[in-house]
Structure formats: structure tokens, C-alpha cells
């Protein structure tokens, strides 16, 4: 079974951007800069286009918030790691 939530990036070919990918339905990517989840967002749907902007706008929340904790998780495994030695 999947996670809700994967990200995904090519810092080879994009590397000022990340892509957080919806695997349950609806499924979707969104691509945004990587220093700031909300600027040159765009969404990819894998599933039918959702229209209705509320849905939308809570998706998106839902992939920042997603997105932040990993950011700050992967903070905090580097601080515990490195500045403990």
C-alpha cells in the first residue's frame, strides 16, 4: 500500500523544483519551487480535473502541510545525526 503523500523531484533537470504526488483519488502532482511550496504551483491530474476551487485550495493545504512536516522531520534526523558525534 502506497502513502498518501510521495515526493518527488530531478535535481538534474529541475532543480529549484519538488513534486509532491497524491496517490489516492483524486490522484494528482503538484509542482512547485522547492524554497516556497505556494509560488509557480501547478497541478497535474492523473484522475479527473477537480473544477470546485474549495476542493482545490484544501488539496493543496493538505500537500503543504504534508510536505513541511517531512521538511522538518528530515531537520531534525540531520540534527540528531550530526550533532551528536
Do not use: C, G
Amino acid at each position: 500500500m502506497l502513502p498518501k503523500f510521495l515526493i518527488a523531484d530531478n535535481s538534474q533537470e529541475l532543480p529549484e523544483k519538488v513534486f509532491i504526488v497524491h496517490t489516492k483519488e483524486p490522484r494528482y502532482i503538484v509542482e512547485s519551487d522547492i524554497e516556497d511550496f505556494n509560488t509557480n504551483q501547478e497541478i497535474y491530474w492523473l484522475d479527473e480535473p477537480i473544477t470546485d476551487n474549495s476542493v482545490i485550495s484544501k488539496l493543496l493545504k493538505e500537500a503543504e502541510q504534508f510536505f513541511d512536516t517531512e521538511l522538518d522531520s528530515q531537520d531534525e534526523l540531520f540534527d540528531e545525526t550530526f550533532n551528536n558525534n
